[in-house]
Each structure stands twice: as structure tokens, then as C-alpha cells.
């Protein structure tokens, strides 16, 4: 917990000197306010008791992060300010995380033949709006997608991202990796440059927050492209990072092929700004220019591009302080502190505006805390510290409340999911991720590192304990001061290579461990020698892991047949019937079910639940198990008949739900089953029988994913089957749990697929434990395997403390129980899924032929 402190002399506060802060990430004197709001914002990327943090965003599924519990895949559009702002402070495991995420994209990138999503066939070099393993949406995936084009903004923020990435850790092999498939990316885009004009051309939601650009509406009411200004600002800034790759590559040709795209771009820019100075959002072919502010048409102000502009210094000083003046002069643009996308209401878009569409909602006028990071960044390049506390304090009142959502509705001022019992989205994190990014910028070149100090005048004295990443060098800069740089020095050594802006490292001069000093505005060095090594976390030594197990095990929902907790991934087709046992039936029982419906089963059958659907009555079908327990009709079901005897239909837009009852957690042991004939099922598959908060391992999820597959989602794991289940077709599918043995999946009375349960967590963490102090003794202590088990031990001791604080009444828990239990779980769930793929990653080594990777195997096996 963050300490204030009053600097003391001879037991009185010496009048003269300011307040003191000393917490966990930052410390210093002076606007002890901010310097709280900076630690505050350390800390929420590391395990922490109070407020969640980026480890609760880990998934195993790719050994990387995800966009959220409820969104199992990673955008690039929703990424992109957090991810940014972040990279300078992040190291492992958090380094090969996000790379594993990025691989997602440049794994399935566009070449010309690969098939992704809808059957969709991008162009070479086309990126994405998301991604999981095996599945890629290169055009926008909300909308009218069948208009749109493809991700041609997301292309040019993808390659800024990976090529920062590549510019901070500056490992050639990765660069040599990398560089080929970041140019690709940028040949698609420069396919689009207009000769005439140096302008690009995208069609409909190729901008970077899709689906808000609709192109050039032509006479005919159809749609075209348009020459879109953030395409050619976030391009710039990609080309920017890959010119500095060439650069470290030996690539001469090249640096001169892409700094030469590179000035026609900017020779374009003049043509999309203002006499005001700000960039319009697009000009039609035909000379329309849409987004001039207070225009009779299209007069609204677009502030993505506009803020990325300063942000990624694609405009200078005097431009950016124009545009900033611009926003500042629009109160509407941040009625709630955030900076929403556009003011007033876009006139442009080809849906009304209504529904998602309407203003302050979504893509027109709400709020999306990935652009609120480029926002910030570009408050700190102007000195505009207030707003960033504003922004902040403003994302606090969510994040104490456990409400991490996004987008922000209501034009910034209430969450998109407001029915999940918690909202934990990684966008949110790009707000403390610009708050501690914008201090000092960093500046990575093929040279080196510039650092551009933005200090609020207010912190007269600041330490960041956080270590910066410059290659295999580590960081850690401390500022006395206010004002221009007066005086630099590193390691108590004196710095010549600065001026009154900023400071210089080179590679070859910089040590590995940097303790680097700022003074600021003539202000002195102190006399006292400031420790050179770096404050790491330590690692417990050992966890009381009793009871981490129920605190995942169990939740307040009720079991629905056709939808998810939420009331999404609703089931299209006919359901004949539904059972739940509380035990794992045999496969020679589950045949003898399948093949003869009517069967009734064994009394050592464990029958929970048996709903055929063959009437309703007042609203409800019958549990023919027992008298208790109907299953409620929710929306629209009809019972129809069918080739098979009466059935409930549904069509999307209905379910059916059975009470919240103790006898439906099954904790140790289930047995799901269904007779259902599927229509034409979505992407994302449709919900068979649930018990489980979306996007949380809390119960159980019996589904069909993706779209006609088979898959079930429990504690222990999850096992699923490409079942291609036939719309129009009657199928038997059934689900079997037991812990301590396998999760099994049958169609047809057919095992088709199993997995091993996972074990308890206490086993699991102890191993890892072991292998955590065996690497240590190998010194392997900071290899990425290493810190991945650093991380889950660390998460464990945090989820104990946790427990702890709020028994001792040292923390205040959320107003209702189950939003309460939810916050509990989160930190559980993340110790066992951050322990799950290191398992995972673990176990791959097997049949490596990677030194490394064996010798790490060698000491896994002898954890057990």
C-alpha cells in the first residue's frame, strides 16, 4: 500500500519543504496527488490486492493477453494505446505475452490465398480488426460488413505497434523475423497512396475505429473510398518505426525506399487540414470535405486522428498546440474528463442513428480508453498535465469499482456491459499506461534512446522505480526540478549528451544498469548516491493455498439452455431435450441414451435435471426428475412440431432458464447432455447449456464453438472438437466431467474428443514453486519461463493478502455479493490461468531441440 509521508526535522515539518510521497512504483515531493495517481497507475500493472491489474487479462489459450473475459480474441483498434504507451516498462513475461498476441495477426496475415473469417481472401500484407488461433477478420466485424473494406487503418497501427515492440528490445534475430512481414504490411497500404495528391484511399470502416467511416456515399446511395486522414497519420508513424528497423538492419535501399513514402505522405497532410490548423476526418473524391468543425454539413470534430497526430509526433509543436486548442475549445469533445471520438454527432455514417449507432454510444461520440491513451501522450508532449489527472482521477472512479469496461457509453460516463457482475477490458489500462509512458516519452531510434522529460511543475522530485527497457539495458530516471534540463548524470557520472528538451543514449555508452539523473531548471543533484539496482518484486517464499480452489468453484447464475449469462451466443434451432447428472456417466451408458431417446436413466444415474420440451406450461417447461427446478421460457421459444416429436424452437432471440440451485454447481463431477437440431450457426458459436460467467471459468459452459464445433469449459479445463454438427440434422451431444480424470465430449453416443482434468491448484502451484527455485539455482532467474512462474506465485500471494485485507476489514469490498464473489474469483482465476499455460508452454518443450528450452524441460520434470 503507497505511503504518504511529511518530511520531518527535529519533530516538526519544516515549513519549507514540500510533501513527500514514497509508494510502491513512484516516489518524490511535491503534487503528492499526482505522484499517488502515478503509483496507483504502476501498480495496475502488476499483482495487486485492490485494483485489478493486467495479469487478470492473461490467457492461456495463447500464452498472451486477451482483449477481456468477455471478448476472447485480440483487435489491434482496442490495443493500440495500451499497448504503445506500455512497451517501454513491460519485461518478461509480459514481452513474449504481448508477442504471442501479435502473432495472432502476423501469424494469419492476408497473402492473397488464406481463407479467415466469412471465408474472406485479404490482400498480401492486410492485418486485421481481430484474431484468435485459427480464426482472423481482416475487414471490420460489426456492421455491414459486407460493404466494408479491408483493415487498412488497423494495418498501419498494427505495424507501429510490433515495430516499436522490435525498436525497444532490439534483438536482431527478432528484427530479421519481423522486418519482412512488417514491409508487406506497409506495400498493402501504400497500394492505396493517390499519385495525384499523396492521399489514401480506404472504402468503408477502414479507418482505425470502424465502423464510424462510411467512405464516398455515391449519387447512386452506394459506397466507395474516400481519402481517409488517419490512414495517412498512422501510416506515417509506422513508416517512422520501420525506417529506424532498416536502419539497425543494414538496409540502406530500403531506408531510402520508405523515407522516400514517407515525405509523400507528409506532402499529402496540408491538403487534410484546416485553416484552424486540425485534420477533417476525410475529403470524398469529389472535394467534400467532412469533419471541418461547425460546418452546415459534416461539421463535426474527429478526434482520433487529431490526437494521434501529436501524439506520434507526425505533427510539430506549433501544429499539435493548434489542434490541442482546437479540442480544448469544444467542451463537448470530454463532458466526462475523457475524450470521446467525435463532437457533435456524426452526419456521415451509413446506419442511422440509432440503436449502437446512436450518439455517445459507441463509434459516434462514446468513449474508448485506447484513444484516451493517445490522448494523454499528447497531453504530456504539451505540457497539459491537468487534463491527464483529470483522465486518470476519472478512470479511478471505474477501477474502484471494479467496472474496467470499455467502450464507455454515455459519452464516457457508464459501462458497455453493465449485466456482468465486474468489466475487466484492456483498453482501460492504456490510461495508466500513457500516465507513466508520457513523463518521459522515449524516443527509440536505430541510434538510440531519447528522453524527453514532461515533469509537472508541481513534482519538484520524482523517482520511477518501474525500470525502462532499452535493449538489454535497464532504467530507472529520477528528476529534481522543474523546467528545462540543466544537467544530466548517469550512474553519478555526469551526462553530456543533452539538451534543454531532452536527453541522448547510445547503445555502446550506455550501461546496462542506468541509474539516470535529470535536474531541471538549474536545480542541484543531491549529495546522497542513489542505489543503481533495481527494486523487483520478490517472489513469496511460500503460500497458504487452502481454499484457493473454492474461491473459483461456484456462482449465482442460473443454468440457461440456449444462451450465455449474458443472454448472447444465443442458440438458433431446435432443442428436443436436456439432461444434467451430477456424475460423469459411463460412454457405454451415454451410447445407450443417444440411441434410443426415450430410455429413461439408471437410478444411479445422478439425474439432476430432465427437460423435454414438449409444452409449456404458464411460461415454463417441467423437470421430469424431480418436481422443483422448471426451466423458464426468456424471450421468444415456441414449442413446433418437429420430425422428432414436439420441440422448442428459437431463433436467437431466446432461452430458457432454470433457478440458481446448489444442485446444479457440480463441482466434482457432471454429465451434460442434449438432443438439438442446429440451424445455421454464427463465428462464435451458440450456447447449449450453461452455468458460467461469460468469459470466466466459474461453472460450466456446454457449446458449440466455433460456430458447428463442440467444447466445454469447466475449472479444470476445457476440451473441444471440430464436430461440424449439420444445420437441419438431429444430433445427440453430450459433456462429461470428473475431477481428478478427463473432460470428455460425445456426438451421437460417439466419444470424439477428452482432456485431462487439471489438478487442484495447491498441487499445481508447489510445482511450480519448485521450478521457480530450480531456475533460480541454475541462474536462469530472469529467462522469460522464470518470470512467468515469478508471476504466478506472486498472483497466488496477492490472492491470500487479498483475502486477508478484507477479513481484517483493511479492504472495502463492493456493495453486492455477487459482484463481490466475482472480484474474489478474478484473482483466483488468474493464478490457475496464468499456471495453466505455463504448463502448457512447459510441456511443448518436450520435443524441442532448443537448448534452452530443454534444459528448462530437464527442471520441469524434476518439479514434480
Known amino acids: 500500500m503507497i505511503r504518504l509521508l511529511l518530511l520531518m526535522s527535529a519533530g516538526a515539518v519544516a515549513a519549507s519543504e514540500p510533501a513527500s510521497f514514497d509508494g510502491e512504483y513512484f516516489a518524490g515531493r511535491g503534487d503528492v496527488e499526482y505522484l ?40 489491434i483498434q482496442n490495443s493500440y494505446g495500451p499497448t504503445y504507451c506500455a512497451l517501454p516498462f513491460w519485461d518478461e513475461p509480459y514481452t513474449t505475452f504481448i508477442q504471442n498476441s501479435h502473432d495472432l495477426w502476423f501469424n494469419q496475415m492476408g497473402d492473397g490465398q488464406r481463407k479467415g473469417a466469412r471465408d474472406w481472401v485479404a490482400p498480401d500484407g492486410c492485418l486485421c480488426d481481430a484474431a484468435s488461433p485459427g480464426w482472423i477478420y481482416y475487414k471490420q466485424g460489426d456492421g455491414r460488413v459486407d460493404i466494408h473494406d479491408w ?4 494495418t498501419a497501427a498494427g505495424v507501429v505497434m510490433q515495430a516499436e515492440l522490435l525498436l525497444i528490445g532490439r534483438e536482431k534475430a527478432a528484427i530479421a523475423k519481423y522486418l519482412p512481414l512488417l514491409e508487406r504490411c506497409a506495400n498493402f497500404i501504400e497500394s492505396r497512396r493517390d499519385p495525384k495528391n499523396n492521399l489514401f484511399l480506404a472504402g468503408p470502416a477502414g479507418n482505425l475505429l470502424a465502423p464510424s467511416y462510411a467512405g464516398y456515399k455515391k449519387p447512386d446511395g452506394t459506397y466507395d473510398k474516400a481519402y481517409l486522414a488517419g490512414l495517412s497519420i498512422t501510416y506515417i508513424a509506422g513508416l517512422d518505426r520501420l525506417i529506424e528497423l532498416q536502419k539497425m538492419a543494414g538496409h540502406a535501399d530500403k531506408v531510402a525506399l520508405y523515407s522516400e513514402r514517407r515525405e509523400l505522405a507528409r506532402q499529402g497532410l496540408p491538403a487534410l487540414t ?16 467532412h469533419g471541418v468543425y461547425g460546418a452546415e454539413k459534416h461539421g463535426y470534430f474527429e478526434a482520433v486522428c487529431n490526437h494521434d497526430a501529436i501524439c506520434f509526433r507526425v505533427t510539430d509543436e506549433a501544429h499539435s498546440m493548434k489542434i490541442y486548442d482546437k479540442i480544448a475549445a469544444i467542451p463537448g469533445l470530454r463532458p466526462y474528463d475523457l475524450i470521446i471520438t467525435n463532437y457533435p454527432a456524426l452526419d456521415d455514417m451509413y446506419e442511422k442513428q440509432e440503436s449502437i449507432w446512436k450518439f455517445g454510444h459507441w463509434v459516434n461520440g462514446g468513449h474508448w480508453s485506447t484513444c484516451e491513451a493517445r490522448m494523454i501522450m499528447a497531453y504530456y508532449r504539451l505540457g497539459k498535465y491537468e487534463d491527464a489527472r483529470r483522465s486518470m482521477k476519472k478512470m479511478l472512479d471505474y477501477a474502484r469499482r471494479f467496472r474496467m469496461d470499455n467502450p464507455l457509453i454515455d459519452f464516457g460516463n457508464d459501462v458497455y456491459q453493465p449485466h456482468v457482475p465486474i468489466n475487466c477490458v484492456y483498453d482501460n489500462w492504456g490510461v495508466p499506461a500513457a500516465m507513466i509512458r508520457g513523463l518521459f516519452e522515449y524516443l527509440y531510434t536505430a541510434d538510440g534512446l531519447r528522453i524527453v522529460p514532461h515533469i509537472p511543475p508541481g513534482i519538484t522530485e520524482l523517482h520511477q522505480r518501474m525500470p525502462i527497457r532499452f535493449g538489454d539495458k535497464r532504467l530507472l530516471l529520477s528528476t529534481y526540478g522543474s523546467g528545462a534540463v540543466t544537467a544530466v548524470r548517469i550512474n553519478g557520472r555526469a551526462w553530456s549528451s543533452f539538451d534543454e528538451k531532452s536527453l541522448t543514449l547510445r547503445d555502446a555508452d550506455t550501461p546496462v544498469s542506468a541509474r539516470i539523473e535529470i535536474a531541471l531548471g538549474g536545480a542541484q543533484f543531491p549529495d546522497r548516491a542513489l542505489s543503481q539496482s533495481f527494486a523487483e518484486r520478490s517472489t513469496p ?27 448472447g451466443n444465443a442458440f438458433v434451432g431446435e432443442f428436443r431435450r436436456a439432461r444434467i447428472h451430477n456424475k460423469a456417466l459411463t460412454a457405454a451408458k451415454i451410447a445407450s441414451l443417444a440411441a434410443d431417446e426415450a430410455a429413461a436413466p439408471s437410478v444411479d444415474a445422478g439425474l439432476v435435471g430432465d427437460w423435454t420440451f414438449d409444452q409449456l406450461d404458464a411460461g415454463s417447461v417441467a423437470n421430469r426428475a424431480a418436481g422443483d427446478l422448471p426451466a423458464r421460457v426468456v424471450g421468444e421459444v415456441q414449442i413446433v412440431d418437429t420430425n422428432r416429436g414436439k420441440a422448442a424452437q428459437m431463433a436467437g432471440k431466446g432461452f430458457l432458464e432454470i433457478a440458481d440451485d446448489r444442485r446444479l454447481t457440480l463441482d466434482d463431477a457432471f454429465t ?46 476445457v476440451v473441444s472438437h471440430d464436430a461440424q454438427l449439420k444445420a437441419g440434422e438431429w444430433a445427440h451431444v453430450a459433456a462429461t466431467f470428473q475431477s481428478g480424470g478427463e473432460l470428455t465430449l460425445y456426438l451421437n453416443g460417439d466419444r470424439i474428443a477428452s482432456a485431462p482434468a487439471q489438478p487442484r491448484p495447491t498441487a499445481q502451484l508447489q510445482r511450480i514453486r519448485k521450478f521457480h527455485d530450480a531456475l533460480h539455482a541454475a541462474g536462469m532467474d530472469r529467462c522469460y519461463e522464470a518470470r512467468h512462474a515469478a508471476l504466478v506465485l506472486d498472483c497466488a500471494a496477492t490472492v491470500v493478502q487479498r483475502r486477508q485485507m478484507l477479513a481484517e476489514g483493511k479492504l472495502k469490498p463492493l456493495p453486492e455479493p455477487p459482484r463481490q464473489l ?43
Not at 501498480?43 to 482483449?67: C, H, I, K, S
Not at 484546416?274 to 470535405?289: Q, S, W
Not at 490461468?833 to 518436450?846: H, I, P
Request: charged share 25%.
Open 36 to 75: 499517488e495517481l502515478l503509483d496507483i497507475s504502476g501498480r495496475m500493472f502488476a499483482p495487486d490486492v485492490e485494483f485489478q491489474n493486467l495479469p487478470m487479462l492473461y490467457t492461456p489459450a495463447w500464452n498472451g493477453f486477451v482483449e477481456g473475459p468477455t471478448w476472447g480474441a485480440w483487435w
Open 151 to 154: 483493415g487498412m487503418e488497423f
Open 274 to 289: 484546416t485553416e484552424e490548423g486540425y485534420f477533417v476526418k476525410y475529403i470524398d473524391p469529389d472535394g467534400t470535405k
Open 822 to 864: 466475482a472480484a474474489d474469483r478474478s484473482y483466483a482465476e488468474t493464478v490457475l490461468k496464468l499456471g495453466q499455460g505455463l504448463q502448457n508452454v512447459l510441456n511443448a518443450y518436450e520435443q524441442s531441440d532448443d537448448a534452452h528450452k530443454r534444459r528448462v524441460f530437464e527442471l520441469w520434470t524434476t518439479a514434480e
Open 672 to 717: 451434460l447432455e442434449a438432443v438439438i437440431c442446429p440451424g445455421e450457426l454464427p463465428d462464435g458459436g451458440t450456447r447449449i447449456l450453461d452455468k458460467c460467467t461469460v468469459g470466466a471459468a466459474d461453472g460450466w459452459t456446454f457449446d458449440t464453438f466455433p460456430r458447428n464445433g463442440l467444447r466445454l469449459i469447466t475449472p479444470s479445463g
Open 541 to 567: 517464499e511460500s503460500v497458504d493455498l487452502s481454499g484457493l480452489a473454492d474461491e473459483i468453484r461456484g456462482n449465482f447464475l442460473p443454468v440457461r439452455i440456449g444462451a450465455s449469462s449474458t443472454g
